[in-house]
DNA sequence: TTGACATATTCATATATTCGAATATTCTGA
DNA sequence: TCAGAATATTCGAATATATGAATATGTCAA
C-alpha cells in the first residue's frame, strides 16, 4: 500500500512541521508580509528564512507577488492553513480509554 | 526567535507527517485496532508497524491498552486527530491574489 | 514447560533535512 | 553604468529520519 494521494498529503503536512514555518505561518496569516519584514519578525538569518519559504511555496503554501524591489508573501491555501494553524496552535485534550471501553474492531478478541 | 511550544507543536506535526502514518490514523479513526490487524490494513512489515506506532504514541497522539496478548490501539487525542486527517484529507483550493488586492502589512512599501 | 503468536527493540545503512557560509540574481536609484 | 538593497541558490557538514534484518520479550495454549 503507497497511495500517492497520502504521499502528498504528508508532503504538504511535512512541509509546514517545522517550527520557523509555523511562526512564518502564523505571522502571514496577520497580513502579507516581504521576506525582509519576515525576517525581523522570526529573527532568522535571510538565507535560512527564504529556504524555508521556497519549501511552503513547493508544496503551494505560500506565494507571493512582487512589488518592485521586494516580495510580498502570503498564503496560498487559506481555509487549509487558518484551520490547521487553529488547530495545531491551541491545546488539545489527551484522552485515556480504560480496556473495557475498548472494542478493537478487528475479528481477533479474547475476552469479552 | 526559539520557542519550546512551537518546536512542540511541530513535533505533533511531525509525527503525522508520513504516509503510513496518516494511513495508520486513518484506519484508527474508525475504531480501536490491534497491531496485527493494522498491519494487514496497511501492508506494512511487522517491525516497521511497531515504529510508527512508536512515534506516535512518543508524541502521544495514540495509545493502547492490553487486551491479553493483543495491544488494541486507539486514538489518544481524538479533537486533534479527527479534525487535523478531516482537513488534511480533503483538498483546498489554491489562492492567487493579484498585486493590488495585497496589503503589505510591513512598513516598506513602494509605490501604492 | 514448551511452542507459537503478538509485539517491541536494536542495529546498520540509506536517505532526507537543516543550517551556515558563500555566492548569484534582480531591481532600484543615483 | 554602478552601488546597494532584497532575495534566491548552491554547497557542505551535521543531524535526523526511514527501512530492513535480526533479535528480544511477553503471553497464551497445550
Redesign the interface.
Same mark, same amino acid.
Given at each position: 500500500?503507497?497511495?500517492p494521494d497520502?504521499?502528498r498529503?504528508? @508532503? +504538504?503536512?511535512?512541509a509546514?512541521?517545522?517550527?520557523a514555518?509555523?511562526?512564518l505561518l502564523r505571522a502571514l496569516a496577520?497580513?502579507?508580509?516581504?521576506v525582509?519584514?519576515l525576517q525581523k519578525i522570526? $529573527?532568522?538569518s535571510q538565507p535560512s528564512l527564504s529556504q524555508h519559504l521556497q519549501a511552503l511555496r513547493r508544496e503551494?503554501i505560500v506565494?507571493f507577488? @512582487?512589488?518592485?524591489?521586494?516580495r &510580498?508573501y502570503?498564503i496560498?491555501?487559506? +481555509?487549509?492553513i487558518s484551520?490547521?494553524c487553529g488547530?495545531?496552535?491551541r491545546e488539545?485534550?489527551?484522552?485515556?480509554?480504560?480496556?473495557e471501553e475498548?472494542? &478493537?474492531? $478487528?475479528?481477533?478478541?479474547?475476552? $469479552?
Open positions: 500500500m503507497d497511495d497520502l504521499r498529503k504528508a @508532503e +504538504t503536512l511535512r509546514v512541521a517545522h517550527p514555518r509555523l511562526a496577520r497580513g502579507a508580509r516581504c525582509s519584514d522570526l $529573527g532568522v503551494r506565494d507577488c @512582487e512589488d518592485g524591489n521586494l &510580498c502570503y496560498a491555501r487559506p +481555509t487549509l484551520a490547521l488547530l495545531i496552535l488539545h485534550k489527551v484522552v485515556r480509554r480504560p480496556p475498548i472494542r &478493537c474492531e $478487528g475479528r481477533r478478541r479474547r475476552r $469479552g
